[in-house]
Nanobody, 123 residues
């Protein structure tokens, strides 16, 4: 099993950029596919992006495609979310998650979650 800690959140102006990090400890990081989710005030948790174990396959929800980039560095046990062209609609608590599932891209079922990091975009 792994433990996850997000960092890099904060306040940014509309049109700006921000990079989130998720550090993993315990377990074997390269055996986990990783995902990013977010939850805005008063709304349900939403899938944002995921990345395969080797990092060679990525997928994004339509609203962030072309603006966000997910990546991972298995040597550093870290997954990243680079966010650009941010707008107020991106304001949310962002969570990273890990799964051993081989069908994560279809089910979005994750086993381990971080505490979350707040991203606030001002207009």
């Amino acid at each position: 099993q792994v433990q996850l800690i997000e960092s890099g959140g904060g306040l940014v102006q509309a049109g700006g950029s921000l990079r989130l990090s998720c550090a993993a400890s315990g377990g074997t990081f390269s055996r986990y596919a990783m995902g990013w989710f977010r939850q805005a005030p008063g709304k349900d948790r939403e899938f944002v992006a995921d990345i395969s174990r080797s990092g060679d396959v990525t997928y994004y929800t339509a609203s962030v495609k072309g603006r966000f980039t997910i990546s991972r560095d298995n040597a550093k046990n870290t997954v990243y979310l680079q966010m650009t062209s941010l707008g107020p609609e991106d304001t949310a608590v962002y969570y990273c998650a890990a799964t051993r599932s081989t069908s994560y891209y279809r089910t979005h079922a994750y086993d381990v979650w971080g505490q979350g990091t707040q991203v606030t975009v001002s207009s």
